[in-house]
């Protein structure tokens, strides 16, 4: 509505309030393009500057968001919301410069060996919740954790530390594309974004069974940020792998990295239910996780999408150095933050980054590399999955009733190994406790509103 309110009189008013649009949907590029479109049509509103800080902070440009946050607070000298913006927008560019200025470029420590002492922390006699045996997640420990998450209590830090600890070192040693042979009459499931909907994830285990060695998933990335229950998920989620690290398999996606996590509520929830130090693990596990998976070499899942090159072949995904934050192009980001169009060719992205691509590029890269077709997530649908470009880009997303808001399904795909073919189940969102999404976010985000 916004854009036929601009095709009538293209006013900052209107540009800034699209751009808002455009930040909820998470298409941070083109809510730059309406927060400069804004400051260019009238230089004199100011909620211009604050849209185009909001699109700059999405993409990590914190430097550029904090001039525009000081050019407003000078505009208004004794607006304590400016000032407050200006202030937090501050800590955040202060606190990422002392970081890079502590860096060690080194080899890096596994989690364990950085972290010895928390061998010895102790049980309280009080604590009655779930418990390793022998220092290994059992299928008895992820039944009990799971009841216990239900009931809205948290995992004794002890066990949490020690998950961590053994998901790093298991991560470490998968390569950045993890081959999947799915025997002929045997059940695959692959789901979507999760986003820290822990009562639709329990949902999910329970229309579809929870995993096995004979009932395997793949979970394709975003299993936390925006949902606030995302430290349940991603343990869960974790404790799965580490119990069937043969049938179990997790994806990265955009939002397993620092920038998204401190803006957008996982960070902040780990450190409240937790500590910030586990937040920094949490930061380095998401490092080592997998870009993408090839399913009996038909099938290549990835969170985001395809590349701006034509020559892509796997063996080029197989090699990439994966044991870093996302950068803003090339292979690692394009797998991460890519999105199809309709029409042919490539654009540019929606979001600022990655790219858009064609059906054409779409049935390129299949044919180059032997595929029949790609499943990737990353966006909002309405039934929960969109199968596009004839059949060769299929988009599932496993979060219904996103952020409580977009009303949603959510959906799974289930194959069988002998022939390929996706089989699609939608499913409406549960109930949850009273929290709401992002309860745990930066609070600049929700200034920014």
């Not at 000081?70 to 607006?79: A, L």
């Not at 779930?130 to 954790?145: G, H, I, S």
């Not at 966006?379 to 060769?392: N, R």
């Amino acid at each position: 509505m916004y854009t036929k309110a601009i095709e009538l009189y293209p006013c900052a008013i209107y540009y800034a309030n699209r751009s808002l649009a455009h930040l909820r949907q998470e298409s941070f590029g083109f809510a730059l393009q309406d927060g400069l479109s804004s400051v260019k049509t009238d230089p004199n509103y100011l909620k211009g500057y604050y849209r185009r800080a909001a699109a700059q902070m999405s993409l990590g440009k914190f430097k550029q968001a904090l001039a525009d946050f000081e050019y407003v607070s000078k505009c208004r000298p004794n607006d304590k919301d400016a000032k407050l913006k200006y202030t937090e927008c501050n800590k955040i560019v202060k606190m990422r410069a002392f970081e890079r200025a502590i860096a060690v470029d080194k080899p890096e420590k596994t989690l364990a060996e950085m972290y010895k002492e928390l061998e010895d922390i102790a049980i309280e006699d009080a604590y009655s919740g779930p418990a390793l045996k022998d220092n290994k997640v059992t299928l008895e420990f992820m039944m009990d954790l799971m009841e216990h998450y239900k009931n809205q209590k948290i995992l004794h830090r002890k066990y949490a530390y020690k998950i961590l600890c053994d998901i790093d070192q298991y991560m470490r040693t998968q390569p950045s594309l993890v081959d999947i042979n799915v025997p002929d009459e045997s059940k695959f499931t692959i789901c979507g974004d999760i986003h820290g909907q822990f009562y639709d994830l329990m949902n999910i285990f329970k229309i579809n069974g929870l995993p096995s060695p004979t009932n395997p998933y793949l979970f394709n990335g975003d299993f936390v940020d925006r949902g606030s229950f995302s430290v349940e998920c991603i343990f869960t989620l974790f404790g799965f792998k580490l119990l069937y690290p043969n049938h179990f398999f997790m994806s990265r996606g955009n939002h397993e990295s620092i920038n998204m996590n401190q803006m957008y509520g996982f960070t902040g929830e780990v450190s409240a239910k937790y500590t910030s130090r586990m937040a920094d693990m949490f930061t380095r596990v998401f490092n080592w996780l997998p870009l993408c998976h090839c399913i009996n070499n038909k099938i290549l899942v990835m969170h985001g999408g395809l590349f701006s090159s034509d020559s892509v072949v796997l063996e080029d995904l197989r090699r990439i150095d994966r044991n870093c934050q996302p950068p803003e192009e090339g292979l690692m980001c394009e797998l991460l933050w890519s999105d199809p169009q309709t029409w042919p060719g490539r654009g540019p992205s929606k979001r600022g980054v990655g790219i858009q691509f064609g059906p054409d590029v779409t049935k390129a890269f299949c044919n180059r590399n032997n595929l029949d077709y790609i499943v990737r997530s990353h966006e909002v649908k309405d039934m929960g999955y969109e199968v596009t470009h004839d059949g060769q880009c299929i988009t599932v997303f496993s979060a219904p009733n996103y952020c409580d808001t977009m009303g949603n399904m959510g959906a799974f795909i289930t194959i069988k190994g002998n022939d390929l073919k996706p089989n699609f189940q939608s499913f409406e969102a549960v109930p949850h406790p009273d929290v709401k999404p992002m309860a745990y976010a930066n609070s600049l985000m929700s200034l920014l509103a």
